[in-house]
């Protein structure tokens, strides 16, 4: 069985690592066309439960900068790697 993420995942993996990302770098790294509307799709998701907030910030040349915070109140036990396996922290 072939295990490869998603586009979407590795940007979550991207994201929830604390990285930032622009539309272009998203288009580079992971070929998505569309970062808004993914980051929509993402935004919905992770802020359901609130935990994780997603953030915008506009780049000195305009561009607009996407990342997530960890709104959740207590210390987290796991994160993920960059090829989207589970450890402990």
């Not at 990302?21 to 509307?37: M, P, Q, V």
């Not at 935990?51 to 910030?57: I, Q």
């Not at 900068?65 to 989207?84: A, C, F, K, L, Q």
């Amino acid at each position: 069985m072939k295990n490869t993420l998603t586009k979407k995942r590795r940007l979550i993996n991207t994201l929830v690592n604390g990285n930032s990302i622009t539309a272009g770098e998203a288009k580079s790294r992971f070929g998505i066309a569309n970062l808004r509307a993914a980051m929509s799709d993402i935004k919905a998701q992770f802020e359901e439960y609130g935990n994780w907030e997603v953030l915008t910030e506009q780049t000195a040349t305009g561009k607009t900068r996407y990342s997530m915070e960890d709104i959740h109140p207590g210390y987290r036990v796991w994160g993920y790697t960059n090829d989207g396996t589970r450890y402990m922290l």
